[in-house]
């Protein structure tokens, strides 16, 4: 990485450090990062629902940690190249950005030396963050991440995201419309669908390091229904659960902004808490529904089946 930020005062400077980092790790291959002087880190930005995303991440942010991200911690978890921690950053939050893949922590190290950022960069996996070594954070941020995993991995995700944060979490995830499989964890039953995120064949380390919108150790994956997915977010501990609709982030139908707070869970007093027990409709009949089974699923891949 460059020694000094002071040799990226020009454009034609900023871009030879950017052909650099390209040579090395690749071109960028989600977001455009404005780096300064008319120079952008080249990624697919254009799309205007792309823009909205970063947009929603930093207004809930900002309405729900007082009005400002000034002076407050914020995790980014599976932060790829970096766009959102630097949007963070920038509005003058304190920045901690995790990803298990070291071409993405290069790229997202590069725009925030270009931009001055005090970022700190974390190469590990976001399963493998120690929270008693980081500590808490007002924000934790998972954008991309949940929809990756199979179901016991999401869970102990969840479980990781409740333990590192002091008061609002964003999950970022797509879920599933319909389904046809059942996962009973510690007694409760969430519903949903299995995917292959890889083949057999697919399934080894040059080919998961290299597929950068990709899960790190899941070859099967499980979205949740909406309901199934709120359900999982409350019983990790949140109090409340919101999803974000203005802004609105929303790239697809089946991709939302949920936003989950810490507080006291308060009972109800004058009548059933009933959404615990409230049934989802299935698309046949309960009994019928198989346990999810890590060697079935759609492809992720087969455009038939695409969700993402």
Known sequence: MFKTASIFNTASKIEAAKAEIVAKWGAWT???IDLGHG????????DPSNRARLRTAVQVFSDQLGGSLKGKRILDMGCLEGKFSVEFARHGATVVSVDAREANIEKARFAAQVLKLPITFLQVDVSDIQPDSLGKFDGV????LFYH???NHAFKLLSLIKALTAQVAIIETCYALNFDERAVVNGVTYYGESYVEFTESEFNPETVEGAAWSSTRDKNVFFFTERSLVRAIQNA????VYKALVPNGRSVENRDFFVARIGQTLPVLTGHDFFRDMPEQPVRELSSLPTTNPGKGRSLHNPESERI
Do not use: R
């Not at 120079?39 to 254009?46: A, K």
């Not at 941020?141 to 991309?144: D, L, Q, S, T």
């Open 149 to 151: 995993l199979n179901v």
């Open 30 to 32: 989600a977001e455009q």
């Open 237 to 240: 501990g949140f109090s409340s």
């Open 39 to 46: 120079v952008f880190t080249g990624g697919y930005d254009e």
């Open 141 to 144: 941020f998972c954008a991309g």
